[in-house]
């Protein structure tokens, strides 16, 4: 079963960005709607955003104006742009392809 393989966490200061990547095959990539999720210590798995195959974008309203989502199919990778962050951003961040598959999952931190 083809997986997601996510990159780019790391340790951020408050205000700050990060970019996430999610590389995988080009079928998971460019035929099936990619998400991005996170998971913050003692809360449940959320729905960050969302990119539909055809390209419509949709958001958490926590992270509306600050994250945007992307993809490049050239390089068979969905990115995830985080701006502006905030010591609530703090997670493990997950990448899900709507065939099914989720990412290992790759740790967010922001200090204040």
């Known amino acids: 079963q083809e997986q997601p393989v996510e990159s780019g966490g790391g340790l951020v200061q408050a205000g700050g960005s990060l970019r996430l990547s999610c590389a995988g095959s080009?079928?998971?990539?460019?035929?099936?709607?990619m998400e991005w999720h996170r998971q913050a210590p003692g809360k449940q798995r959320e729905l960050v955003a969302r990119?539909?195959?055809?390209?419509?974008?949709t958001y958490a309203d926590s992270v509306k104006g600050r994250f945007t989502i992307s993809r490049d199919g050239t390089k068979n990778l969905v990115y995830l742009q985080m701006n502006t962050m905030k010591p609530e951003d703090t997670a493990i961040y997950y990448c899900?392809?709507?065939?099914?598959?989720w990412g290992q999952g790759t740790q967010v931190t922001v200090s204040s």
């Open positions: 080009g079928r998971i990539i460019s035929m099936y709607a």
């Open positions: 990119l539909s195959r055809g390209g419509t974008t």
């Open positions: 899900y392809s709507a065939m099914g598959t």
